[in-house]
């Protein structure tokens, strides 16, 4: 529902004719009815599936690249203000 603006009027009422099929027969088909069914909502999704992958590329085609960090330098590097850092004078005692 939520992309189905996204496909012709009549590509959407046959995945909803599907999905419909499907619901009625789930609990009371037989195996092979129930996987033709879904092989049926899976073609008639396909020009779905088909519109969202070129929307998703479309969308990261147009976003920025994204900037890479650039390396910390050391040298300028300060200790974070949660460590403790004691800077005092000592004294060599051998």
């Known amino acids: 529902k939520e992309h189905g603006d996204k496909v012709p009027e009549e590509d959407k009422k046959a ?17 092979e009815e129930i996987q033709a069914k879904l092989e049926s909502l899976n073609q008639a999704s396909h020009k779905l599936a088909e519109e ?15 900037q ?5 330098d050391d040298s300028s590097a300060k200790p974070a203000d949660d460590e403790d850092v004691v800077d005092a004078d000592f004294e060599e005692v051998k």
């Open 15 to 31: 995945i909803e004719n599907a999905v419909e099929e499907l619901k009625k027969i789930k609990d009371t088909g037989s195996k």
């Open 52 to 66: 969202m992958y070129k929307e998703a590329q479309q969308t990261q085609q147009q976003a920025p690249p994204e």
């Open 68 to 72: 890479e960090a650039a390396p910390a």
